[in-house]
Structures are given as C-alpha cells and as structure tokens.
C-alpha cells in the first residue's frame, strides 16, 4: 500500500489537475462553492475591507504596522507565543506519536483513546481547570508546599508560562495526529533491516526512523502553528491580563475601542500571514495530511 | 394584546430569569459566570423582540442576574404605568462595538442600553446615539450632573474600590497610597484592565487631584507597580481572584466588594475611601425601535426611588435618585455608594474627559500593561 501512496503523493504539489474530464465534477461541487462564497467569503471580504477604508480610505492602518508600539507588540507576542508551543506540542507531540506507533493494537487503541480524549473537553473548561491547578493557592503550588521543595507558591499562572502551558495542552493531540499518521507508514521492516546491518538503536532512530517521520514533523508544525496564532480564550483566561495575543487585540479594537480599521488591519495581517504559512510549506509539505487524508 | 398574554409572557421572562439565577450561582463556583462574561453572549437570550408586536422596548444588559434586577426594578413599574407596553430584557451585552454595527446596518434592535458615561460619549460623537431628552427625563431626578449626560442618564451607580484580605494584611490599607505602597503592604494587587478608574488611583495615589489626568504620570505610576498587578477583566474574575487568595488587595467593583465582605465572614474588607463613583449610564441607540417610549422608560427609571433601592438589594447597585438614600434599609447603607456618608469619601469620575480621551488613552494604557 506505502508504495502507492507515495507515488500519488508525488503527484500532488503540482497545482490542481485541470483535465477537461473532471469539469463535470467540477460543476456538481459549484452550488456549494457558490453558497459558501455568498455566505461566508463574501461577509469576510467585506469585513477585512473595513481595515482600507476606516477611518479614511487608505492604507494608514498597515503604516500603523511600523509605527504603532501596540499592535507591533501584540505581534510580537503573538509569534512568540506560538512559535514557543508549537516547540513544546511538537516534542512532546513526538515522544506520544513515537510510543503510540510501536505499540502493539491493541495498547494503541488505549493511547489514541488518550490522545483524543482533551479533544473532546471545551477549552474553556480546560482553560479553568489549569487556573485550579496552577493558581497560589492550587493543587500544584501546595503539593510542592506540602513536601517543603519550595517555600513561596510559583507564579505558574497570570503569565506567559500559564499561557503556554494552557495551550501546549491543547495542541498536543493536533501535534500527534499527523506525526503519528506518518509514523504509522515507516515500513517496519526498514528499521528491522537497519539493524540487521548493524546500527545501534540510535543511529536506526537517526538515520532512518527520524527522516522518514519528517513530513509528519513538518505538517504539525504547520498546523500547530497556525492554530496559536489565533487562540482567544486561553490567553484571555491564563494570561492574566498583561498579555495580549492578536485575537484578543482585534476584539478589543472592535468591540471596545471602536476602532474598526485597526482591528480589520490586524485580521487581514494574521490571515495573510497564515495563507502565507501554508503557500510556504505547502511546497514542502503534503497538506492533505493535515486534512486527515494521510492516514 | 390582551392582559392575559402580557401577563404570561412575563412570567416567562421571570422564570427565564430565575433559571439564570441558578446559573449565576453555579458560576460563582467559578465557572459558568466567567464564561458568561468571556463569551458575552454565552446565557443571552434570544431578545423576545422577533414576536412582531412594536409596543415593546428592549433592554439590553451584560448578563447574570441584571435581567432578573432590571427586569423587576426598571420593566415591571413602567409597563404598570404604560397599559399596552412591555419591557423586555436582553443580555446580550451591549458593547460599543454593537451598538455600532447595529446603528450602521439600520436595523436597530434594542432600546436601551446599558453603556458607560464613556461610551455615551463615544457614541455621541460618532451619532450612533440618540441624545436624552431632559423635557421627558427630568433632571432634578439624579443627586449629581455626573448621573445625567447628553447622550445617557444614569439610573443608578457603581463605584470601583478597594478591597483587600485582612487575614494577609493586618495593618488595613486606607486609599491609593497604600495600594501604591509595596513596602508596608507587599502582594499582588488587581487592577481592572481598563485605564478608567486605573489611572485615577495613580493620580491620588500621588496625592494630587484625580482630575486632569495626567496620564503620562499615572502611567508611569501603574508601571511601579507592574510586577505586582494581575489585570481583572470581567467582575466575576475579580471575585474570584480575591476570593482564593491570589491577591491582597484590589480594586475592584463595589457589587463584587460587597458580596466578598458578606460570605468570606469579614475575611475581605472593602473600603470607600477614594472610591471612583461612576454613573450606570444608560443610551438610546440612534434609530431605536420604540423611538420616544426609551425616553420615557428612562425618565421612569430615574424617577422611581423604590425600585432604586429593590435593585440595591438584590445586585448591588447604587440609586441616583435623591430621595433614594433615606429609604435605604439600615443593613444596606454600607453597601450603598450612593449613601451621603459613602459617597463623600469618593471621587465623582468624569465622563467628559474620558469621552475625549478614552479611546486614545486606553490604547496606550494597554500598551503599558502587555507585553
């Protein structure tokens, strides 16, 4: 089976086949492509538009971009944050995806039931649960109170670190799906081979299993990535307050502020910037993996 | 209509109101109310407006128990005097930000809502809202000009205090300074996450007047504090935080205040002192369905002391008509900014400067503060 799928795989980056044959295809999926252009592109282009004509017409809010402190540091933030976790998912993303794929079934079914789990918990619950936990008075802080490894609770929330922690949590099991896909496809065999030939543990892990889960790596990161750059609740939640992530700047300009313009700006900015992502590692990544079309 | 569908819609709207209540009391186990604040329109109800009859007006609050409150204390005794109106209640919560794109789609919804003397100047300026009518609303019903703007009426009052643990600090802290003062009370503090209110408590934290403002200064004295401060956003994250001994102190708003002095046994304490008292300004959004009859709604809030003092009760909130104060219950005069012996220790805010300034100066405020 690998071996065809790789070859179609290859096929794929060139951009979509445009065969006479498949119009007629084509033509059954256009009512729904129409709806959702009526529906749901359309409201949003006029919304990012916003940004060029509020408060005048003109480009003034992206020069905002070089000249405001605000926005400029909610970007910042923002990067930063998400580039922080999407390095924390994907190691620990890794080390699940590596277990979960040499696992025997049966024990697999039990690790992906796991994984799956937290997906199924609202955010929002999640996002309390950390505060019980993490807060002065919580579970974390006393416990390590009580066994006398610290004298003064940590500051493990209304920080940055409450936020990454928040988060981390949430995209581990994005971070595992695509890795563990790809895992699921290394030909065992080609480890069993790469230690018949003499590598150790090791060198088979670094020569031949970690190359081959690379593609893997790679689309979670993507995907990791661009679902942090975007996280309201969680920051808003654990942060504290003294960290603002673009989404809550956006809604802060819209609803409170009344600067539309500003707010629009900053959404094009983060909606260019994840359609340049995905340009970017689509010419590096196959992207149906992230769509679940690689298991 | 006939009487009876009137009266059975009500009941509706009380038992819809009472289910939030339980709710609310789940939420103060932490959870629910916070996201009821955070994603705004989480308990809304859907307004009852699309029933199709004109002759109702709409209210529109920030959820929790203001549409039981409001719904009792301002609906009830006006659509008593106004055979063939309704008032209803939606909680959806009614930010600047939707008033605007209400107004600005011309299919306005909502005829009263319940804003800030800053966003009624916002709106003001940038004709959204409609200005108060004072031939309708009279004036002489409020204590204080700060309660009755051009663009919004207040019929009642808040007041952002500080609130502090005393089983952390034995020596209680007595006004800004001593939130200033990390020495004498060290600990983390909470400030809204908002520059209004902030910024004044810098200001006399200084010892000088809170008004003009001068932010450069008061921002610089928030910085001193930085390391210190967790930013509250919603009311409920305020209690909260108080409540699990994250902070010493705070400021935080007097309905929260109260509510923490009464269950944690006197463990928390507010005080008066310097308190900003700010009005709960009301504005019609330009374009209102009902047209005059929010007017009148208005005007009938304000003139009513008894209901003023019913909503004091039962959600903290201070009245503004005069003849108020002295009808207030003996166990209740605490916990009433608007009590002469209250309201005396705190500083009126000023709407106007904040409508000037607001949009611009909370936008550097929050640039200070993140990052």
């Known amino acids: 089976m690998s071996s065809a799928v790789l070859t179609t795989r290859a096929a794929v980056p060139a951009p979509v086949p445009r065969h006479f044959a498949n119009a007629g295809w084509y033509a059954l999926i256009l009512p729904a492509f129409l709806l959702m252009t009526a529906i749901y592109v359309a409201p949003i282009l006029q919304v990012l538009a916003i940004s060029v004509t509020e408060p005048t017409t003109g480009l003034d809010n992206y020069e905002r971009l070089l000249t405001n402190a605000g926005v400029q540091r909610a970007i910042v933030t923002t990067l930063r944050i998400g580039l922080i976790t999407t390095a924390i998912a994907l190691l620990l993303g890794y080390v699940l995806a590596y277990v979960v794929a040499l696992a025997s079934p049966a024990a697999q079914r039990w690790w992906l039931l796991a994984v799956l789990v937290p997906l199924w918990i609202s955010v929002l619950v999640r996002a309390f649960a950390w505060v019980t936990l993490l807060r002065r008075q919580g579970l974390v802080n006393q416990g390590l109170m009580n066994a006398g490894i610290i004298d003064a609770p940590l500051a493990l929330v209304w920080n940055e670190l409450g936020i990454v922690i928040g988060m981390v949590h949430y995209m581990v099991p994005y971070a595992v799906l695509p890795m563990l896909a790809s895992m699921r496809e290394i030909d065992p065999r080609l480890l069993a081979a790469a230690r018949g030939l003499g590598a150790s543990r090791f060198t088979v892990f670094r020569r031949v299993f970690f190359p081959l889960s690379a593609p893997g790596l790679a689309a979670s990161g993507v995907l990791v990535f661009i679902f942090s750059l975007g996280f309201y609740i969680t920051p808003a939640i654990l942060g504290g307050g003294r960290t603002l992530m673009a989404a809550e700047w956006i809604k802060m300009q819209i609803l409170d502020i009344v600067r539309w313009g500003m707010g629009a700006m900053l959404a094009t900015v983060l909606v260019i910037a994840i359609l340049t992502t995905l340009a970017v590692f689509s010419r590096v990544v196959n992207l149906k993996r992230l769509f679940g079309a690689g298991a | 209509?006939?009487?009876?569908?009137?009266?059975?819609?009500?009941?509706?709207?009380?038992?819809?109101?009472?289910?939030?209540?339980?709710?609310?009391?789940?939420?103060?186990?932490?959870?629910?109310?916070?996201?009821?604040?955070?994603?705004?329109?989480?308990?809304?109800?859907?307004?009852?407006?699309?029933?199709?009859?004109?002759?109702?007006?709409?209210?529109?609050?920030?959820?929790?128990?203001?549409?039981?409150?409001?719904?009792?204390?301002?609906?009830?005794?006006?659509?008593?005097?106004?055979?063939?109106?309704?008032?209803?209640?939606?909680?959806?919560?009614?930010?600047?930000?939707?008033?605007?794109?209400?107004?600005?789609?011309?299919?306005?919804?909502?005829?009263?809502?319940?804003?800030?003397?800053?966003?009624?100047?916002?709106?003001?300026?940038?004709?959204?809202?409609?200005?108060?009518?004072?031939?309708?609303?009279?004036?002489?019903?409020?204590?204080?000009?700060?309660?009755?703007?051009?663009?919004?009426?207040?019929?009642?009052?808040?007041?952002?205090?500080?609130?502090?643990?005393?089983?952390?600090?034995?020596?209680?802290?007595?006004?800004?300074?001593?939130?200033?003062?990390?020495?004498?009370?060290?600990?983390?503090?909470?400030?809204?996450?908002?520059?209004?209110?902030?910024?004044?408590?810098?200001?006399?934290?200084?010892?000088?007047?809170?008004?003009?403002?001068?932010?450069?200064?008061?921002?610089?004295?928030?910085?001193?504090?930085?390391?210190?401060?967790?930013?509250?956003?919603?009311?409920?994250?305020?209690?909260?935080?108080?409540?699990?001994?994250?902070?010493?102190?705070?400021?935080?708003?007097?309905?929260?205040?109260?509510?923490?002095?009464?269950?944690?046994?006197?463990?928390?304490?507010?005080i008066w002192n310097q308190g900003i008292l700010q009005p709960g300004i009301f504005v019609i959004p330009r374009g209102n369905p009902g047209g005059v009859m929010a007017q009148r709604l208005l005007g009938s809030m304000l003139a009513k002391p008894e209901p003023q003092v019913g909503l004091l009760g039962l959600l903290g909130n201070g009245p503004t008509n005069p003849r108020a104060a002295a009808l207030v219950p003996a166990e209740l005069k605490r916990f009433n900014p608007t009590d002469p012996a209250n309201e005396r220790q705190q500083v009126a805010i000023d709407g106007n400067w904040w409508g000037d300034n607001y949009q611009q100066v909370n936008a550097d405020f929050i640039d200070a503060i993140t990052g």
């Open chain 2, 1 to 270: 209509m006939r009487d009876d569908e009137i009266q059975s819609f009500h009941q509706d709207c009380v038992e819809l109101a009472q289910e939030k209540h339980a709710r609310g009391q789940l939420s103060r186990r932490q959870l629910m109310q916070a996201m009821a604040a955070l994603g705004g329109a989480g308990l809304a109800t859907a307004s009852a407006h699309a029933q199709g009859t004109p002759r109702e007006l709409v209210m529109v609050n920030w959820g929790g128990l203001a549409n039981q409150g409001f719904g009792n204390f301002y609906g009830d005794p006006f659509a008593a005097e106004n055979p063939g109106w309704r008032v209803v209640q939606d909680s959806s919560g009614p930010a600047t930000g939707r008033i605007r794109s209400m107004v600005e789609s011309g299919r306005v919804a909502w005829d009263l809502c319940d804003s800030s003397a800053s966003g009624a100047k916002l709106l003001g300026g940038l004709n959204l809202a409609t200005k108060v009518d004072y031939s309708i609303v009279d004036r002489a019903n409020v204590i204080a000009p700060v309660f009755a703007l051009e663009y919004g009426a207040a019929p009642y009052s808040f007041s952002s205090v500080l609130c502090y643990d005393s089983s952390k600090l034995p020596t209680p802290p007595t006004g800004w300074a001593d939130f200033w003062n990390l020495q004498r009370f060290p600990g983390t503090r909470l400030l809204r996450r908002d520059a209004v209110c902030s910024l004044e408590a810098a200001m006399i934290s200084m010892g000088r007047p809170a008004y003009p403002i001068d932010v450069r200064a008061a921002m610089r004295r928030v910085g001193e504090l930085r390391r210190n401060l967790v930013f509250w956003t919603n009311g409920s994250e305020s209690e909260q935080l108080m409540r699990t001994g994250e902070a010493v102190m705070g400021q935080v708003w007097h309905t929260r205040a109260s509510v923490l002095e009464r269950e944690s046994n006197g463990r928390i304490k507010f």
